[in-house]
């Protein structure tokens, strides 16, 4: 075994303080986000919360958590996420497997109506009256299919695409699998990388979003957990929360930032540790076995 030279040893002492520092600077944001949703209102206001909650007040959770309505619109996020991504997801690695392939005639015209999209669009009213004149408004169609296929998204699937071998699908060709045998059996289980990336960003974008709900569902009940909590902010910044007293609507008005964000990044927080593993796994491209 070559012992590692002086030098190198010392890169990699720097290299570990630097991207020690590097992680705590990340990361000092969030703790103290964190540490402002538990904290005091007099603490928050007067600047002394840093990486530890100072006068611990649970007000603002408590408020949210006991509101029936929290937990539906909740529930109305979960679901129109888990929709809306499966359908972005399948639709977007459609589009890009077709895509990939060089010899399917009308190919460029087809990547430039999706790159065209990139830069111009119909316009807010026109959407309006295309989301209402199909009857998708209060149903979770109307946030899944005008944000189905991400174009960004959809380029880096059909590059990835583009870089599998082209001689396994010739195999697989010979072996007689169809085109969607090849996509499901040989494409795909060599894509979980890049199927959980768009899943992740696909996921997060749906989670985090609230103006296509907020544009397309009339009803309180159908909304995502985040109009709600842009409501809560609306209320106790604006000085109105008819549910809480002076002092609950102070506290409320002091963290109620943190406390949202916090909410809203928790799950996605959890599911990324179970999505991390296929971005550093790696794909064998040219692993063909004989």
């Keep these: ?41 007099r603490q928050i206001r007067a600047g002394e919360v840093t990486l530890w909650p100072k006068g611990f007040n649970l007000t603002t959770y408590k408020i949210v958590f006991q509101d029936s309505m929290f937990w539906r619109n909740y529930g109305n996020t979960v679901f129109y996420t888990v929709v809306a991504t ?20 009308g190919r460029t015209a087809l990547v ?60 697989a060709q010979i072996d007689g699998l169809s085109t969607y045998g090849i996509l499901l059996r040989i494409v795909l289980p060599l894509s979980k990388a890049v199927v959980a990336t768009m899943v992740l960003f696909y996921s997060v974008s749906f989670w985090n979003s609230w103006f296509s709900a907020f544009l397309y569902m009339d009803s309180t009940d159908l909304m995502p957990v985040t ?37 809203t990044a928790l799950p996605i927080l959890c599911v990324y540790p179970f999505v991390q593993r296929y971005f550093v796994s790696g794909v064998m491209l040219g692993a063909v076995k004989g």
Excluded at 6 to 25: A, H, I, M, P, T
Excluded at 91 to 99: D, K, R
Excluded at 236 to 241: D, K, L, M, P
Aim: one cysteine or more; charged letters at 10%; a positive charge.
């Design 86 to 105: 499966a359908v972005a997801v399948v639709l977007t690695t459609c589009y890009a497997y077709v895509l990939s392939k060089k010899q399917l005639k």
């Design 227 to 263: 109009v709600y909590l842009r409501n809560l902010i609306q209320g106790a910044t604006g000085g109105s929360n008819a549910g809480a007293g002076t002092e609950q609507l102070s506290q409320v008005g002091a963290n109620i930032q943190a406390v949202t964000i916090v909410l």
């Design 112 to 171: 430039g109506v999706a790159v065209f999209t990139m830069f111009f669009t119909g316009g807010l009213i026109p959407q309006y009256v295309l989301i209402t004149s199909l009857g998708l408004k209060n149903s979770v169609w109307a946030i899944a299919l005008p944000n189905a296929i991400s174009v960004f998204n959809l380029l880096v699937m059909k590059a990835f695409f583009e870089s599998l071998p082209a001689e396994l699908e010739e195999a």
């Design 1 to 41: 075994m070559v012992r590692p030279s002086r030098s190198y040893r010392v890169f990699q002492r720097v290299n570990g303080v630097v991207l020690s520092l590097v992680v705590l600077v990340t990361l000092y944001p969030f703790v103290n986000i964190v540490a402002r949703s538990f904290s005091g209102e």
